[in-house]
């Protein structure tokens, strides 16, 4: 078999740097060194442009235009700089904000942050396919809301949200609304416009760019959003986002947006096929098996699902050369399963079995067909020293058998 | 997770998995919410001189790579012994064997909790107490 192991199936998590991507960078880390900043010689000239370059490159895949564009180091910042940036900017206007309890730690923590300084925060919850209603936006809006902030596409369960009909009902009430976008940009077509949004996180590492670099749309009319910076320093990225700015990674960043718009098409289509090949060769081979997330409205390289009696993170450890990820608590710190599946509300009992697929560029129908017999294996034999397959082939009812409640050593 | 080759081994080779049709004693704790759950079915026989022995044990386990090494060596370690000998063992003693990271400890622990849980359920069904006839000497380790 010519197949390179180990697979990687988690590009949910990150992605690695297309080659072309990696070919702009270099001159910029050795010979195109220059502060951007520097704007008394050529060094600092050329780092400009670059910066400009990369900006329209962005700017281009997302429809907007590239003075709106902050960069920043990730999608964790730009994240805490929309939510604080605009809760402190438009105080004065109210302190509700509009959420949804799936999203990324980065925005749900900002707003717990917030609420300990004296805002109010709805955590919306999601449909048993993860999707927001919009109606549930429109009964939380009050007079007080200033900011809605709703992800473009959850990074676990791919689902991906009805955003123009929040962001129409923002605009309505002239309410800014803010999209942590970073899973579906450079996946599936986004235009800020069409999606009637204000400010939207974007992250180069998960579209086959460098790591350690991000960026905030940041709409400069109609409205005109106000931001209050959340670093002090030089004022670069026109007062919002002090710091020298990171210029292989910008330029990095606006070739992998460049790529992902040509590719986009093309990639959508193939990678949605193999997620279809990987579910059917799952259901082929295996019972008791159920999809987390929406059947359609999803990333098309996005797959969740339940595999029931098999702690997932024992699955994880049994498919030694495929890397994916699993919502069972024994892969967190916490100790608790993921808070999205749990949203979901299909029970604590089937979120610790589940597992993440994430496909992207480099995957092929060869790793597919791979991955769904070692899944059948090894979920076969985990099932075999399972008390509660067992129990279920014999009939138990293990919603309400009697278990003895855990003690925490 | 990075495991030791201890749990990795116990991990890919549980031992003793299965089941005992002619279990004197089972246990079965933690729950599927909890994302864990342990049962050991344990065939106890009675030496002349009244000594409980373990001579058979098999266990079945849905949890994590630790959970599942766990109950694997705990399997490894009572197999064999006297019912005094096994209840000497204490989850300290498999978390330090498996170099369980802190986070897992509750592995070791939830493996002993079956482990009493199983005697306790053959105390039940034998009507035995344990405690140790007056005039015989201590259980050594």
């Not at chain 1, 590239?66 to 994240?79: H, I």
């Not at chain 1, 090949?277 to 969740?304: E, F, Q, Y």
């Not at chain 1, 079995?353 to 059948?376: H, K, M, P, Q, W």
Request: net charge neutral.
């Amino acid at each position: 078999m010519a197949l390179k192991l180990p697979i990687y199936m988690d590009h949910h998590a990150t992605t690695p740097v297309a080659p072309e991507v990696f070919e702009a960078m270099r001159p910029y880390f050795t010979e195109r060194f220059g502060n951007a900043a520097s704007r008394n010689h050529s060094f600092g000239w050329a780092a400009e442009s670059a910066v400009e370059a990369a900006r329209a490159q962005i700017a281009g895949l997302i429809g907007c235009k590239p003075v709106e564009l902050v960069f920043t180091s990730g999608a964790t910042e730009s994240d805490n700089l929309a939510i604080k940036g605009v809760a402190k900017a438009y105080r004065e206007k109210g302190t509700h904000i509009i959420t949804s309890q799936i999203e990324h730690h980065a925005v749900l923590d900002s707003c717990k942050r917030l609420e300990k300084e004296g805002f109010q925060v709805t955590y919306l919850p999601v449909s048993r396919d993860g999707l927001v209603d919009p109606a549930d936006v429109a009964k939380a809006l009050t007079a007080k809301t200033i900011l809605v902030s709703i992800m473009l596409a959850n990074n676990e369960i791919g689902t991906i949200q009805p955003l123009a009909e929040i962001g129409r009902l923002c605009k309505e009430r002239g309410v800014l609304f803010h999209s942590d976008a970073v899973q579906g940009v450079g996946k599936i077509p986004v235009n800020v416009d069409a999606l009637g949004l204000d400010l939207m996180s974007l992250t180069a590492h998960k579209l086959y760019g460098p790591k350690g670099v991000g960026a905030l749309y940041v709409r400069m009319g109609k409205p005109r959003v106000k931001l209050v910076a959340q670093m002090d320093g030089g004022g670069h990225e026109k007062g919002r986002r002090s710091g020298t700015l990171n210029i292989p990674g910008i330029v990095g960043f606006g070739k992998a947006c460049e790529l992902a718009g040509q590719l986009m098409t093309s990639e959508a289509a193939r990678l949605t096929a193999l997620r279809e090949r990987l579910w059917a060769g799952i259901r082929a081979r295996l019972d008791h098996v159920h999809l987390n997330g929406h059947p359609t409205l999803r990333l098309p390289g996005n797959l969740n699902v339940s595999f029931e009696y098999v702690e997932g993170e024992s699955l994880l450890m049994s498919l030694k050369d495929v890397a994916v990820s699993s919502g069972s608590a024994c892969t967190s710190a916490s100790l608790e399963p993921s808070y999205v599946l749990k949203a979901l509300g299909i029970g604590e009992a089937l979120a610790h079995t589940s597992i993440r697929f994430g496909l992207g560029r480099g995957n092929t129908e060869e790793e597919v067909d791979y991955v769904c017999d070692r899944l059948a294996e090894q979920v076969t034999r985990l099932r075999a020293m399972s008390p509660l397959y067992e129990m279920a082939q014999a009939g138990v009812d293990l919603n309400t058998a009697q278990w003895s409640l855990r003690e925490t050593g | 997770m990075l495991y030791s080759a201890q749990v990795l081994d116990h991990f890919e080779h549980p031992r003793n998995m299965g089941n005992l049709p002619d279990a004197s004693g089972v246990g079965m704790v933690g729950a599927p919410a909890s994302g864990d759950v342990l049962k050991i079915q344990l065939k106890i026989v009675v030496d002349p001189d009244g000594t409980e022995r373990i001579v058979e044990v098999k266990a079945k386990v849905f949890g994590c790579g630790s959970a599942i090494a766990a109950t694997s060596l705990l399997t490894e370690l009572i197999k064999g012994k006297t019912l005094a000998e096994a209840a000497q063992v204490k989850n300290r003693a498999i978390a330090v064997a498996l170099a369980l990271p802190p986070l897992k400890r509750h592995c070791s622990v939830l493996a002993e909790e079956a482990l009493k849980a199983a005697i306790a359920d053959y105390r039940q069904r034998s009507g035995t107490t344990g405690a140790a006839p007056a005039g015989t000497a201590p259980p050594t380790q």
